[in-house]
């Protein structure tokens, strides 16, 4: 069994013993998703890159990233479960896309979206 496959009968056993399945449509999981990205966000709003960069070495915000980056995760399980994705087929699938996207010949060293690449 994979890491997300254990994760996931781990999110969904909590959901289930709570009766939560009932709140939890594709739609509503979503949105919590991006709620949760928000609460991720929320911990950068008003800081400069240096104090963004500096979150990891504090130990109460470097926890409060951790949680943040889990709920996600947890977030992002439940949704792909709802839609029948292999997360870790998807992402491999997705880097491939990519990886046709951003060729190292001519994305190497750029910020520029695949369609300004020359």
């Known amino acids: 069994m994979s890491d997300f496959e254990a994760l996931t009968a781990a999110v969904l ?10 709140f939890h449509s594709l739609r509503n999981l979503i949105t919590s ?5 928000a ?19 504090d ?3 470097h926890e409060a990233l951790r ?4 709920d996600i995760l947890l977030y992002l399980l439940l949704i792909a ?5 292999d997360l870790a087929a998807a992402a491999r699938d997705k880097l491939g896309k990519n990886a046709l996207k ?17």
């Open 13 to 22: 056993k909590f959901r289930d013993e709570r009766d939560w399945r009932q």
């Open 39 to 57: 609460e991720l966000l929320e911990l950068t709003q008003w800081k400069s890159d240096a104090e963004v960069e500096a979150l990891p070495g």
């Open 33 to 37: 998703l991006n709620l949760e990205a």
């Open 102 to 118: 951003y060729p190292v010949a001519t994305a190497y060293g750029s910020r520029a979206k695949y369609t300004e690449l020359g």
């Open 81 to 85: 479960n709802a839609a029948g994705i």
């Open 67 to 70: 949680d943040e980056c889990a």
């Open 59 to 61: 130990p109460a915000l």
